[in-house]
């Protein structure tokens, strides 16, 4: 039980074009999604926290304009990474939370975006 | 603000022998929850170990264990009998009992290789 399943694993664009990544739990109702960013050989970054329902909670320094995050279900959270540029490119993971914080968060496989 | 931290960078051990990988934490919360993620070149996050730190008995799973010192603030994961398909990044987090704290705080991570 407790699979977060995320899309698309990889996805290669062009510079200028939006990257949508999407993240569902799929047995069970996430009450909290979190978004990271991870870079090669680093840890993960947290991008934003998202409750269903609610506007996501960005970390500091995350741009809210160019990383979009929509939790409009209980089992579906989206991120687009508008106006997308080289610098983007990274790996991007998400993580979902089931319920009070003794439970483990449930990691999606991530995805690997690359612009062009 | 809570703080992970993880000194060593990278380490080594022989298969079948016993490695230790250590973890600090800064926190003025007297109850919280410490986990250790791996992840593999798949770059998949797994959870091997979570500790709660009201419980003062150390948590075991199967060949992997942890030496939590409270008092230290100290985290420490054993895995015994290493196998090569041990053979990744670890990572030590912290997470806050309240709910509007719920999100992870990854140290830097240690990359782990195991040595036939």
């Known amino acids: 039980g407790a699979v977060v399943s995320q899309h698309p694993s990889w996805v290669i664009c062009k510079s200028g074009t939006s990257v949508k990544i999407e993240c569902r739990s799929l047995?069970?109702?996430?009450?909290?999604m979190f978004w990271y960013r991870q870079f090669p050989k680093q840890s993960l970054m947290l991008m934003a926290t998202?409750?269903?329902?609610?506007?996501?909670?960005?970390e500091q320094g995350v741009e809210k304009d160019k990383f979009l995050i929509n939790h409009a279900s209980l089992t579906l959270s989206t991120l687009t990474v508008t106006s997308a540029h080289p610098e983007d490119s990274s790996f991007y993971i998400c993580?979902?939370?089931?319920?009070?914080?003794?439970?483990?968060?449930?990691f999606g496989d991530g995805t690997r975006l690359s612009i062009l | 603000a809570q703080t992970v931290t993880q000194s060593q960078p990278e380490m080594s051990v022989q298969e079948a022998e016993t490695v230790t990988l250590s973890c600090t934490y800064d926190?003025?919360?007297?109850?919280?929850?410490l986990f250790w993620y791996k992840q593999p070149p798949s770059r998949q996050m797994i959870l091997v170990i979570r500790?709660?730190?009201?419980?003062?008995q150390n948590a075991t799973e199967n060949r992997f264990s942890v030496n939590f010192q409270k008092a230290a603030k100290s985290f420490s994961l054993k895995i015994s009998d290493s196998q090569l398909g041990d053979a990744a990044m670890y990572f030590c987090?912290?997470?806050?009992?309240?709910?509007?704290?719920?999100?992870?705080?990854f140290g830097k991570g240690i990359t782990l290789s195991v040595r036939p």
């Open positions: 993580s979902a939370l089931s319920g009070p914080p003794d439970q483990p968060q449930h």
């Open positions: 047995d069970f109702q996430a009450t909290t």
């Open positions: 998202s409750n269903e329902g609610s506007k996501a909670t960005y």
């Open positions: 926190t003025s919360e007297s109850d919280y929850y």
């Open positions: 500790q709660e730190a009201y419980k003062q």
């Open positions: 987090a912290y997470r806050s009992v309240t709910g509007a704290n719920s999100k992870l705080t």
